[in-house]
């Protein structure tokens, strides 16, 4: 059974870091691309970073750029995504999706599986 499995977030200040979690299971993870994708109150899905587990490329998106940091544990299956000044624009629900290839991609319909999400709240 396929899982992704997101934790970590919660309510930080303005400036603060969190590191999100990504645990996948049922599947062989060194053949998925994992996305991080975010979900803002009244906004559409925003896909905000990527990395390949094959290839090792990473990407993303403008508005997290310089702040964010993917990285992967192959040997945990877990991605984690590691986010730095964090402002309150980026309050949302986070989830992490599984796309079978060697590439990212910040569509939506192109991953397999999804998380569940996990809320990241930034406010004073």
């Known amino acids: 059974q396929v899982q992704l499995v997101e934790s970590g977030g919660g309510l930080v200040q303005p400036g603060g870091s969190l590191r999100l979690s990504c645990a996948a299971s049922g599947f062989t993870f060194d053949e998925y691309s994992i996305g991080w994708f975010r979900q803002a109150p009244g906004k559409e899905y925003e896909g905000i970073s990527c990395?390949?587990?094959?290839?090792?490329?990473?990407n993303y998106a403008d508005s997290v750029q310089g702040r964010f940091t993917i990285s992967s544990d192959n040997a945990e299956n877990t991605v984690y995504l590691q986010m730095n000044n964090l402002k309150p624009e980026d309050t949302a629900v986070y989830y992490c999706?599984?796309?079978?290839?060697?590439?990212?991609?910040?569509?939506?319909?192109?991953?397999?599986?999804w998380g569940q999400g996990t809320q990241v709240t930034v406010s004073s």
């Open positions: 990395i390949s587990n094959s290839v090792g490329s990473t």
């Open positions: 999706a599984a796309r079978f290839s060697d590439y990212c991609s910040s569509q939506m319909d192109e991953y397999d599986y």
